[in-house]
């Protein structure tokens, strides 16, 4: 069995490789994202040299926002003989609708935020008790 191995990288020097943990590498097994090619009588688990542009493909793909599920539907298509492109650029239209409602969002909380850090009281040593922490934050509408 041991001689199967030859030619495989072990999951260690996979991780190092990649800059990642070996920890991920197991979640992206066990969710399966990843399989190991074989794994040795000490249960080490080895990988191809292709498995390693596959690695490195999902974590520019989570770089961009994408999440584990989403790299998966992309890995399906692709996996059944399907360009993954249509699929990826759907997703990335619907990233971008998601993204643009954050940012709205959170334009809407700096503005409030100025408001509130304008409008606050400015003693150092206002008084907080069981009911009135911070006069800032207590102004915030619910």
Do not use: W
């Not at 190991?36 to 793909?61: E, G, H, N, T």
């Amino acid at each position: 069995m041991e001689n199967n191995l030859k030619g495989l990288i072990k999951i260690g020097e996979i991780a190092k490789i990649i800059g990642t943990t070996v920890s991920t590498l197991r979640y992206y097994e066990e969710i399966g994202l990843v399989q190991p090619a074989d794994k040795s009588s000490a249960k080490y688990r080895y990988y191809k040299k292709d498995d390693v542009q596959l690695v490195v493909f999902i974590k520019k793909a989570q770089n961009i926002g994408f999440t584990l599920d989403e790299i998966k539907l992309i890995l399906r298509e692709r996996n059944s003989g399907k360009s993954p492109c249509p699929k990826v650029r759907d997703l990335a239209q619907r990233k971008i609708i998601e993204l643009r409602e954050k940012i709205k969002n959170l334009k809407l909380i700096e503005r409030d935020l100025k408001r509130y850090i304008l409008n606050c009281c400015h003693e150092e040593d206002s008084k907080s008790n069981k009911s009135n922490v911070c006069k800032m934050i207590d102004k915030v509408k619910v």
